[in-house]
């Protein structure tokens, strides 16, 4: 396994939850990681990604002010901070591993992912 996401879990709304995404495959050639989610019925979607030489963030408009993604460069882990968790954030978010230095126009298409982690359940309800 390249990639290992962990973190998730049942909370209510307004709580908050860290992902973190662990690479272990130190050969792994990559220059972003991006977190995708996939609700029940729905399409898998982009979530946040971060570069990782200079940091550089992305954020889908539904979890920009509420998420932040960070790295620490010296674990090889990242994490996805997500607080004021809403309902609608339910799903099994993934990270991803793209060896593209990502802009603002592809940071969330899949296809500039080619390596995948297993994912980590995420359940917000009252």
């Known amino acids: 396994v390249q990639l290992q996401a962990s973190g998730g879990g049942a909370v209510q709304p307004g709580a908050s939850l860290r992902l973190a995404c662990a690479v272990s495959d130190r050969n792994l050639d990559y220059s972003t990681i991006g977190w995708f989610r996939q609700a029940p019925g729905k399409e898998r979607e982009g979530v946040s990604a971060?570069?990782?030489?200079?940091?550089?963030?992305f954020y889908s408009r539904s979890v920009k002010n509420r998420f932040t993604i960070s790295r620490d460069s010296s674990r090889n882990t990242y994490f996805l901070q997500m607080n004021n968790l809403e309902p609608e954030d339910t799903a099994i978010y993934y990270c991803?591993?793209?060896?593209?230095?990502?802009?603002?126009?592809?940071?969330?298409?899949?296809?500039?992912?080619?390596?995948w982690g297993q994912g980590t359940q995420v359940t917000v309800s009252s």
């Open positions: 971060i570069s990782r030489t200079y940091a550089r963030t």
């Open positions: 991803a591993a793209s060896p593209y230095n990502v802009i603002t126009s592809s940071w969330s298409q899949r296809s500039q992912y080619p390596h």
